[in-house]
């Protein structure tokens, strides 16, 4: 019997939860899983009899401690700056592990110790980052396999909801952490990428102002625009003689626009408290930041954008916000309650690669897509996104069939390989187009 | 004799070396005075006979805390953020001190301690904050005394070069540090201010497109933004219950459109270094910066806006970065370059404080204008405005005509009024006009 150390079971552990029960009898799995809370938890699991809950209680560290030891593997679905203690225990008894985020400057300092011990940490093994790694570094392996020298690549990828179940004017419900779609762009430095061998920035600000049409074949039109540092995965996919490489996000045609706008008023700031704003309208939250000419700047507004501030609440003289905050903060109190996925409602993931190579001194355009629609507000795509990769990851890992050790990204052929094939039975499934480019 | 401590013997002291030495002989004072650079220092001081100067290394606290212990009073003129440590030999050797700057939290937070030894720390001694705090008090002490409520208050002041030494398309020259002026109104928390009763937010992006016209009667229209905090200076003034309060910088028309453009294209970004930029040229460096649709936004630029960016180097393909930086810490050298006073330039000090009251219930406005014009580029009206206050105070402590001990503004009568009155002499005149309000 393998035990199988779960840390956190939140809202995109939902799949994840349901893959490791449905392999437990036949892999021999007993699941250990702990949340901070104890009582969402049991209703979680109290049709999975290969869990046993507890409760998570990360200011003990012994406790903590305790559970890492018991344990074959770790899988922490803890917010990303939590991953690194988690880590460091691993370390010290020997436990491989697999998280969903970013690798940290932190997380990477440990390489040499974990793969001096041969353990597994294998990290960015969600969506995106996740998939994306995986499917654009089969693409690259087999272009590279056939003689071509890729030149471009941009990739973006988004967490949407289903077109039927898209009823708001923002054409966006949150399937994901509401504070990460705040402050998208948000962090130290500059938005960077590269286009046509030449480095270029962008400020924060107009971020929302530089967006590209992103075409999925038979689906529609979208828009996307650069993610913060589109540059890191140069060296890790080996495209450092690369011209052109940006990363994005994708959202509803319209959604950029107004969302420039709530940049431009400041309300996505988070490092200041607004002051005195607890038990005022939220009328009274948006003219704090409304510039003079609001009646201008309303003005000229399309009917489809005015809409979408009418519907946070820009004439709300009734509502009142609940607790003092960041201007982010409260923007945020107030999405939450209106952009929510409803009872029955479907999110959905789109990711497209676009990948331009020479071969043969001629040029090609590949264009992949991936379109994946969730079930229900509770198994969503981005929870079956998120989950099942790290499921696949701890089945590879336990039956032995994965044993590279290090802390890494999924970017190996024996990791994408048997990941991708798996996947595709959960319907995730890439659709390729190759065009030739004048 | 007294023995007057001088720390910082920069730019801005020029007129204040003068002050100090022409008067020295009357007050037998002797001036001690310190720098990091000897020999310009002694090149400053070689035709002032009361002046001794000696090399200021504050790395060696007991050297600094010698000549602290020898003084009668302390005057720093070292960057803001060095005063603290100042202050605190002060306290310890119990001895008076003069600053320009701000007061910090950590310096009123030794406020008790300075009372209760009878020392004066008088700070924000210079023309912004300084001679606008004492001008302003003086109107409110008069109004008030008038049985005059003051309901709205806004304060414009900005350091500029005069209208015959004007010669490039910013209409700008470095009287102060440049740092600060790329840095302007940048910082954590938002920039807010209150427009009639309503507190108002703008983000630093938008504080340049936010500008209101400021007319100097008899000189022209210029540009006023506003700076961070209007309000601190609400209870300091006694202003608890107006309506309306700013107080904002003033720049020549067309200065903030401009500029509005450089911050957009994140060029004022101080948070991270430009990767690989030192030896490109200046037109490699705004390159990186350029939006996709570069021409598009050249094209929308009437002719004026486009040769302030010509004369920045946009389409410099010759000139070269000398080191690597920030974007805001290239721009700043590319600027200073530029856009520094000339020999026998005359720089040019423009303050206007706009004040609405009510009394007998009618509402009046008082505009009271500042405008002083420097002599040459090193006897600028922006180092008398800062020294002179300075060397001013520093007599009346010597002299024991102010004497209420703490840390403090120059907002009270018997600071204000000795002062504005010697100040006249130096050519600082405001020029007050009164009109009904309808």
């Not at 890790?236 to 959202?251: D, F, K, P, S």
């Not at 795509?381 to 990769?389: E, F, I, Q, Y």
Request: hydrophobic share 40%.
């Amino acid at each position: 019997m393998k035990t199988i150390l779960l840390l956190g079971a939140g809202k995109s552990s939902n799949v994840l939860l349901d893959y490791l029960e449905t392999n437990a009898s036949n892999y021999d799995w007993q699941i250990s899983v702990g949340d901070i809370d104890l009582d969402s938890l049991k209703s979680k699991i109290a049709d999975k009899p290969h869990f046993k809950g507890f409760l998570l209680n990360l200011d003990d560290s012994e406790n903590t401690k305790s559970y890492i030891q018991k344990a074959d593997i770790v899988i922490s679905m803890l917010p990303a700056i939590l991953h690194i203690s988690i880590a460091k225990y691993c370390v010290e008894f020997s436990k491989n592990l697999i998280t969903p985020s970013y690798i940290s400057d932190e997380m990477m300092a440990l390489s040499e110790e974990v793969k001096f011990k041969g353990l597994i940490f294998m990290n960015e093994l969600g969506l995106d980052p996740g998939i994306d790694h995986m499917s654009a570094m089969e693409i690259f392996d087999r272009l590279r396999a056939e003689g071509a020298e890729i030149k471009s690549f941009k990739s973006y990828c988004g967490g949407l909801v289903a077109k039927e179940c898209d009823d708001n004017p923002w054409n966006y419900k949150f399937s994901w952490n509401p504070r990460n779609v705040i402050l998208a762009g948000q962090g130290k430095g500059g938005i960077k990428y590269q286009e046509n061998n030449h480095l270029k920035y962008i400020p924060y600000y107009n971020l929302f102002k530089r967006v590209e049409p992103v075409v999925m074949s038979g689906i529609g039109t979208y828009e996307g625009y650069p993610n913060r540092d589109s540059l890191k995965y140069k060296l890790v996919y080996g495209l450092n003689q690369i011209e052109t490489m940006l990363r994005g996000t994708i959202r509803e045609k319209g959604y950029c626009k107004g969302w420039d706008i709530v940049v431009e008023m400041g309300l996505t700031d988070d490092t200041y408290i607004v002051e005195n704003v607890k038990g005022k309208t939220y009328n009274d939250f948006f003219e704090m930041f409304m510039p003079r000419d609001t009646l201008n700047m309303m003005g000229g507004m399309t009917d489809n954008l005015l809409e979408k501030f009418f519907f946070l609440g820009f004439d709300d003289h009734e509502s009142l916000i609940e607790k003092d905050g960041s201007p982010a903060a409260i923007l945020q109190s107030i999405m939450e309650k209106k952009m929510g996925l409803k009872p029955g409602d479907r999110d959905l993931i789109l990711m497209q690669h676009q990948i331009e190579y020479t071969k043969e001194n001629k040029r090609y355009k590949i264009i992949s897509d991936l379109v994946l629609e969730g079930k229900d507000e509770t198994d969503t795509a981005m929870a079956s996104t998120v989950g099942l990769p790290i499921g696949i990851m701890c089945k590879m890992i336990l039956e032995g069939i994965f044993k590279t050790p290090g802390v890494q990204y999924p970017i190996a052929k024996e990791v994408y390989e048997p990941m991708l094939e798996e996947l595709v039975g959960f319907g995730v499934v890439f659709k390729e187009q190759v065009e030739v480019v004048k």
